[in-house]
């Protein structure tokens, strides 16, 4: 479980994160979702102290992150968005060297996950392409069967079939109950493996949602191409969100009763075709942005 | 820390051994021209006739006994050892923590089951162990050497008091120089940044030497406070000296705990 209370960083007088509030459940998966800046990283490197914080506190399994520190990194993994580790290594030799401060022999964990990543562990690290290395790098943060695991963009410089397996192995590393905190900023997939996610920008947290609630609320994503008038004022008075309209399409998220919108689309006599989708996480997104702050 | 300490020595083994097989190499060439040079001296003045005399009072040269071995090594290669021994050390100290940080491992060090504490320790304890060994070794060398070459006999209490004041020199730079290095990180900055910190001092040592007026150098120059005047030709070790070099050490390694284990590490 991690728990967040009131968690500030500034540096100097820019700011990083401002009271930050955030509460993983046991066995959770949690998406940590926003551009770049907003405060994702400081909020990783705050709970595996690398930095220290202005002001609140930060727990992992009731231990304080701080004062804790060691105690804690026994039951954590850590795959960082950089990857840089020691060029004169082998890539076995690191997960030996990374074995011994658990005081755990890993042997066969490491065997395995490198196996289903297609890692091959007899090479240099220095001759590992930026994929490799990120494939390392999710070794050496599970080869101890960490309870909990934070991954900070962990799919970058994999290929499709590698994220395929990796994602599988999330989803295994969820049965068993490890708490994964999963920051990125390519929601489809957040989408794909988290239970909640947190949306965060400017160093605050915007909204903390379900998947299943962000999915299933009436969030439509209308598009309406046309071929004659239209009435496009009246759309603009409905519960709408980013309306944009180009060459004879008219798109906006639709936010209101769906009955109400397919009247109204009834009484148009200039369609000419129609696509109503669920949307994306992006475009809700951009929903929450707009909604909170603007988008910058 | 012992699996970071172990990594640490065996990182570090390489280059310790090139300097050690270097810098005694060279001193096995300065001995070489012992004999030499004795004969040469049985007729000292014509010989320090041979050098400027800044060049003499710099270095004492007339205050040797130059057909005695060790005041041989004292003057000629004891300076150069000491120096280079400097560089060694500093080296080592200045790299041995700031690297994880300029080649951003830290994040993947500090996410391990390691308080900075230990991180410090196992660090300095690495760099302590190679001063130590280099330190010993080269002794041993130099003694085997003198056996070898001398032809008269030398003291040993000198010998020992000479061998410890290299050692002291060398640690005392370590230290200092493993503090800058929790400050600076970038590799090419703190490498300048130490060597600048040795030869600036060792230039301190020359200028106190030199010239009366400036002998107020001395005491910014850990070179002044073991030279070779004091060890072998009085054959004492100045306490004063000894206590500010342990102050200089145990503040430096302190200072370095305290910053560490404070520090944002943003690589």
Redesign the interface.
């Known amino acids: 479980m991690i728990e967040i209370k009131k968690l500030s960083k500034y540096?100097g007088k820019s700011r990083g994160i401002i009271d930050l509030d955030l509460k993983v459940e046991q066995g959770e998966v949690f998406g940590f979702i926003g551009p770049n800046g907003a405060g994702k990283s400081t909020t990783i490197?705050l709970l595996?102290?690398?930095?220290?914080p202005t002001s609140g506190t930060a727990y992992i399994n009731g231990m304080d992150c701080i004062h804790e520190?060691?105690?804690l990194?026994?039951i954590?993994g850590?795959v960082?968005s950089?990857v840089?580790?020691?060029?004169?290594m082998k890539v076995i030799d690191l997960f030996h060297?990374?074995s011994?401060?658990?005081n755990k022999d890993c042997a066969a964990r490491i065997e395995n996950i490198s196996g289903r990543l297609g890692l091959d562990t007899t090479k240099k690290i220095n001759d590992l392409s930026y994929g490799n290395k990120k494939k390392v790098a999710i070794v050496?943060a599970l080869l101890h069967e960490p309870e909990v695991l934070i991954f900070d963009e962990p799919t970058s410089g994999l290929d499709p079939l590698i994220q395929n397996e990796f994602f599988e192995i999330l989803k295994e590393e969820k049965k068993k109950g490890t708490t994964i905190l999963f920051s990125s900023h390519i929601l489809s997939e957040v989408q794909k493996v988290c239970d909640r996610v947190a949306i965060i920008k400017d160093g605050k947290i915007l909204n903390i949602e379900q998947i299943e609630t962000l999915r299933k609320n009436k969030f439509r994503q209308v598009e309406i191409y046309y071929n004659g008038n239209i009435s496009i004022g009246e759309y603009q008075t409905m519960k709408i969100k980013n309306l944009s309209e180009t060459e004879n399409t008219l798109s906006f998220l639709y936010t209101g009763n769906i009955h109400q919108l397919l009247i109204k689309l009834a009484e148009e006599k200039g369609i000419e075709n129609i696509s109503i989708e669920e949307p994306s996480l992006e475009d809700i997104f951009i929903h929450y942005y707009s909604e909170r702050g603007g988008i910058k | 820390m012992k699996?970071l300490l172990v990594?640490e020595i065996k990182?570090n083994f390489k280059s310790f051994l090139i300097w050690l097989i270097i810098l005694v190499a060279i001193n096995a060439c300065m001995f070489a021209a012992f004999e030499a040079t004795s004969e040469m001296a049985k007729n000292t003045e014509a010989m320090l006739a041979q050098y400027p005399e800044a060049f003499v009072k710099a270095l004492s040269l007339d205050k040797f006994d130059m057909t005695n071995i060790l005041h041989y090594y004292a003057s000629r290669s004891y300076i150069i050892i000491t120096l280079f021994g400097s560089i060694y050390a500093v080296m080592l100290s200045a790299c041995i923590l700031s690297k994880e940080e300029s080649?951003?491992?830290?994040?993947?060090l500090?996410?391990?089951?390691?308080?900075r504490h230990?991180i410090v320790s196992a660090k300095y304890l690495c760099v302590v162990l190679y001063t130590v060994l280099f330190n010993v070794l080269f002794s041993i060398s130099n003694f085997l050497f003198m056996q070898i070459f001398k032809t008269n006999d030398f003291g040993i209490e000198p010998f020992l008091l000479i061998s410890l004041g290299g050692f002291l020199i060398h640690i005392i730079f370590a230290s200092i120089c493993f503090l800058l290095s929790v400050f600076i990180t970038k590799t090419k900055a703190i490498i300048s940044v130490s060597f600048g910190v040795v030869f600036v001092t060792y230039f301190f040592s020359i200028l106190a030497s030199v010239e009366e007026k400036m002998s107020f150098f001395k005491y910014l120059s850990p070179f002044s406070y073991y030279n070779t005047e004091d060890l072998v030709v009085n054959s004492t070790i100045n306490g004063s000296y000894l206590i500010v070099s342990i102050a200089l050490i145990i503040i430096s390694i302190g200072l370095s705990y305290f910053s560490y284990s404070?520090k944002?590490?943003?690589a």
Do not use: W
């Open positions: 540096y490197r595996l102290s690398l930095i220290y520190s060691k105690k990194k026994h954590l850590y960082p950089e840089n580790y020691y060029d004169d060297y990374s011994k401060f658990y050496q | 699996n990594r990182k080649e951003r491992t830290v994040e993947f500090v996410s391990k089951p390691i308080t230990e404070r944002n590490i943003t």
